[in-house]
């Protein structure tokens, strides 16, 4: 008997699915019970079409003329995207983000837990941030033979984003979220996820030239 593949969802569908959960969280925090794809559609400002489609893939369906109740949603999208699941990680470089990231603990509410974080400068080491220790990079092999986790993090300089994944890669870990704007090469098998903050930047600075200059203000109160 053949085992049945898992479904490869589409990229877009799979960074809309947080959109939707965010969503459904502020109306759980409202106190609505049901929601319709017309609703959701019109405040997320995104086509019916492709909200149904996306929530096509959830094992979950709504009710004629009423919608999806709102907990069954939460938690359907919850499950389906893995954030019940807690996932290990270690952070590679405590400058200013990536100590932001250790002191971030919503992190952990979305399933990611970090373990532990490196740094090669010898002033860092030994310092605490949100209750994590920064140790020196010679130290991951035994990290992770005593605590091993499958995700590292750089926030590291662009110029050492390459070396430090290719450590991490043999050390054992299997998937690298990258924070860096330098494009990480990766073999098979392992997965890549880019959050490039200078990217978007950039695109917020390059639409915002686009843009007509705002008006003046032709007096009268504001």
């Not at 952070?91 to 373990?115: E, K, R, T, V």
């Not at 030994?126 to 992770?144: F, N, Q, S």
């Not at 070396?163 to 392992?190: H, K, L, Q, S």
């Not at 890549?192 to 007096?219: C, D, Q, V, W």
């Amino acid at each position: 008997m053949n085992t049945p593949r898992p479904v490869i969802l589409p990229e877009p569908t799979l960074r809309r699915l947080p959109w939707y959960l965010a969503y459904v969280e502020t109306l759980r925090d409202a106190r609505e019970e049901y929601v319709s794809s017309t609703r959701i559609s019109k405040d997320l400002d995104l086509d019916s079409s492709c909200i149904a489609k996306d929530l096509s893939f959830l094992s979950l369906k709504g009710k004629t003329r009423i919608g999806y109740e709102v907990a069954a949603l939460e938690e359907a999208l919850t499950d389906f995207l893995g954030f019940h699941v807690s996932h290990k990680a270690y952070l590679f470089g405590a400058g200013s983000l990536g100590s932001a990231l250790m002191q971030d603990s919503g992190l952990s509410n979305y399933g990611l837990d970090i373990i532990g974080a490196f740094d090669t400068d010898s002033a860092k080491g030994g310092l605490t941030y949100g209750g994590i220790t920064v140790r020196h990079p010679d130290t991951l092999r035994e990290a992770m033979r005593e605590n091993p986790a499958t995700i590292a993090i750089l926030a590291v300089p662009s110029n050492k984003a390459q070396e430090v994944a290719d450590m991490a890669i043999a050390a054992g870990v299997r998937a690298i979220w990258n924070f860096t704007p330098c494009r990480v090469r990766v073999p098979e098998g392992v997965v890549m996820a880019n959050t490039s903050i200078y990217a978007h930047l950039a695109l917020i600075f390059n639409r915002l030239a686009e843009m007509p200059s705002a008006p003046e203000e032709k007096g009268g109160e504001i």
